[in-house]
């Protein structure tokens, strides 16, 4: 390998074997190395090759602007989260998580400030293992920097997460679901005047429901149109529920153009009668 251009002393641009460009990083492997010159590869710690020249570049002005303890601090909690929620993650996430950690530390010791969270108040109900681990790295994060991040701080570090988990199909943007899913919810609640018994099963299963279908909305899954035998009798059986659910697909409608099934229609009147069941 062959450095190509020195980041600064902890993180070089290389070219590997094959020609392709690589970021490279480990203490003082940048220290004292000129363009042309074989990396020392005892130096090694760690090797970026990212999936597109864009990320690279962004990993690029990380690299370039960062302080290397973040970068190798990122890489630390990456691992871990890949290995407690056996996920896989896009190497994007070591953009935007050092990015984030650098910029939320910084922010703190400059003027002890912390940014309004409150748009995400819901993101702990509705990726709970994903919230569990965010939870654990801001302890790490203020235990690592000496710092008291508060917990709100762990909604956003699991926005980064979900954003950024690995998938077969094309990523979409986790604030618009995580939006679409609080709207629903909301829709829910004050139409019966209610307050959610979040630990109730009724209520878990009604979330892990809502974000199969914010996904397949947004992503633009066409949901069989397996019209379930007792549609027809929903309006009588469970008339409260089923007003409730046709609320919700006016707002899918206005809001995301997309018309939803009567199979999924039925599926959405049975949780919320059970919620409303679970509050009587």
């Known amino acids: 390998m062959i450095v190509k251009k020195k ?3 902890n993180a070089i641009l290389a070219i590997n074997k094959n020609g392709i460009d690589i970021i490279l990083t480990g203490n003082g492997i940048g220290f004292n190395v000129k363009r042309g010159q074989e990396v020392n590869k005892l130096k090694i ?34 691992r871990e989260l890949k290995s407690n929620l056996k ?8 953009i935007a998580l050092t990015d984030h950690i650098y910029f939320a530390v910084s922010r703190f010791k400059k003027d002890n400030d912390n940014i309004n969270t409150s748009l995400l108040w819901e993101v702990e109900d509705i990726y709970p293992d994903e919230y569990k681990e965010a939870v654990k790295t801001l302890k790490k994060i203020n235990a690592f920097f000496n710092i008291t991040l508060p917990i709100e701080e762990a909604r956003m570090l699991t926005f980064h997460i979900v954003d950024n988990l ?12 995580i939006k679409t899913i609080t709207d629903i919810l909301n829709i829910v609640k004050y139409f019966f005047n209610i307050e959610y018994n979040v630990n109730s099963f009724n209520y878990v299963r009604f979330v892990i429901h809502l974000r199969f279908l914010t996904r ?17 009798q929903l309006s009588q059986k469970m008339p409260q529920a089923f007003k409730c659910t046709l609320k919700i697909v006016d707002y899918i409608r206005k809001t995301r153009k997309v018309e939803l099934s009567k199979s999924e229609q039925a599926y959405l009147t049975i949780h919320i009668q059970r919620i409303i069941l679970n509050n009587i």
């Open 7 to 9: 980041l600064n002393n």
């Open 45 to 78: 710690e760690r090797t970026y090759k990212l999936d597109t020249q864009d990320n690279q570049n962004k990993l690029i002005q990380v690299a370039t602007e960062v302080p290397y303890e973040y970068l190798k601090f990122t890489d630390s909690i990456v």
């Open 87 to 94: 996920i896989k993650l896009d190497d994007n996430i070591y």
């Open 166 to 177: 690995k998938k077969n199909y094309q990523k979409i943007d986790t604030g618009t679901a």
């Open 216 to 232: 397949r909305i947004l992503y633009g899954e066409k949901e069989d149109e397996n019209t379930l035998f007792f549609y027809d």
